[in-house]
């Protein structure tokens, strides 16, 4: 068990936390937008057939921010669906995954 092996494994550990945090924080916002985007068509649909009230209610500039927010989240819901994306949140995943056996082996070693 030398010094060295011990800030090896540190310094994966910092990097495997860092990674898997920023991972599963994009991961969260991509289910962020897609709870928005169901959410939001659902209201898109209902307001058109109510739409004197619900322009009443939220006016103009409200009802504008509303369907700009959705429409947003709809078109971010369908970038995050698209192979490539898929394939590079995936491939991420995986690097996070061999890193964390890294370090299982390491702590092996060590112990």
């Known amino acids: 068990m030398s010094d060295d092996d011990k800030k090896k494994l540190e310094h994966l550990q910092d990097s495997y936390y860092e990674l ?3 991972e599963s924080r994009e ?3 991509r289910r962020y937008c897609y709870i928005g985007s169901i959410i939001g068509i659902t209201f898109m649909f209902i307001s058109t057939s109510f739409e004197n009230e619900f322009y009443s209610f939220f006016g103009t500039l409200g009802m504008g921010l509303i369907q700009a927010v959705t429409g ?3 078109l971010m ?3 995050f669906i698209l192979p490539g994306v898929r394939a590079e949140s995936n491939a991420k995943w995986q690097e996070i995954e061999e890193q964390r056996k890294k ?3 390491l702590r092996k070693k060590i112990k």
């Open 103 to 105: 370090i299982e082996r």
């Open 72 to 74: 947003l989240c709809f």
């Open 20 to 22: 898997y945090t920023k």
């Open 77 to 79: 819901s369908v970038i």
């Open 27 to 29: 991961r969260r916002h």
